[in-house]
């Protein structure tokens, strides 16, 4: 039953998925932390982090990782399954409909319209991101002064690392090791 829940609630997601991985994140969190209740913010968090840093698209490795955190391996295959195998049939129609009526004009209003909203729902996701990496909270805190300076630090190298084009896998390594160092001689 776990499996064939994590295929529906997977490919719920892909179906309305709209503007890549990133988009996804927030629909996955909303369904694995907050509606299921199967993984932790912070877990979620880390699945994510480990999604970018291996090869692949971010929302299948999402799936996969968040799948065998659930139910294993049979739990990493449904999830998988369930992301990808909507997404094959809705990019072969709209395959064939940009090719057949890309020109029109309605056609670019509808992508100038979805183009906002899929940055809404990355900034969505990096609001709860940022709560948890700088004040450790998954809600927004009662006292704003309490936050974590290790994480405003990494926080702010990444956002300076990333603005002057440095490679996400170079970041995340050097981040990873700030972290550790942080925590070796300031916790």
Known sequence: MIYFLLFIEFAKISLVCVGGGYAS???IQASVVDSYH????????DIF????????PI????ATFAGMKVAGLGGAISATMGFVTPSLFLCII????????????SIHGILNGLRPAVMALIAAACV???????????????DWTTFDPKGLIILIAALIAAQKK????????????????LGKFFY
């Open 166 to 181: 440095i490679g996400v896998i170079k970041i995340l390594l050097t981040c990873g090791v700030l972290g550790l160092l």
């Open 128 to 142: 709860s991101f940022v709560l948890l990496a700088v004040w450790n909270v998954e809600e927004p805190p009662q």
């Open 59 to 62: 929302g299948i490795n999402a």
């Open 94 to 105: 709209l395959a064939k409909i940009m090719f057949k009526y890309g020109d029109l004009g």
């Open 38 to 45: 199967w993984l932790t913010l912070p877990e979620f968090i």
């Open 49 to 56: 982090t480990i999604s970018q840093m291996t090869p692949g």
């Open 25 to 27: 994140m927030p629909l």
